[in-house]
């Protein structure tokens, strides 16, 4: 399995951006996808998960959209309405198997991308 984020920049805030997540050895209805991220001095936070249903964290919901392209093999993440305090190194991540609620915890996910920056300027 292999994962590649891109996608990131630098933006002003109230902009939108689009991530994505480029993915091989993956069947997306096997598969569990979801986004990460880790701002600077902080763990590694949920952001946003798909396997059947979609599941969001608070901080991002009604902003952020997560789905995938199944013919392209790509997981994306669109971004809207962004504040400085989406700042941070965004990872796209995987593990196997049909999840049936959300996945949270970072330890839950077998494969990672190599994360790509979004830096969101006020």
């Known amino acids: 399995v292999q994962l590649q984020a891109s996608g990131g920049g630098l933006v002003q805030a109230g902009d939108s951006l689009r991530l994505s997540c480029a993915t091989s050895g993956v069947t997306f209805g096997s598969f569990a996808m979801g986004w990460f991220r880790q701002a600077p001095g902080k763990e590694r936070e949920f952001v946003a998960q798909i396997s059947g249903a979609t599941y969001y964290a608070d901080s991002v919901k009604g902003r952020f959209t997560l789905f995938k392209d199944n013919a392209q093999n790509t997981l994306y993440l669109q971004m809207n309405s962004l504040t400085p305090e989406d700042t941070a190194v965004y990872y796209c991540?995987?593990?196997?198997?049909?999840?049936?609620?959300?996945?949270?915890?970072?330890?839950?996910?077998?494969?990672w991308g190599q994360g790509t920056l979004v830096t969101v300027s006020s």
């Open positions: 991540a995987a593990v196997a198997g049909w999840a049936t609620s959300a996945r949270r915890d970072v330890h839950e996910y077998a494969y």
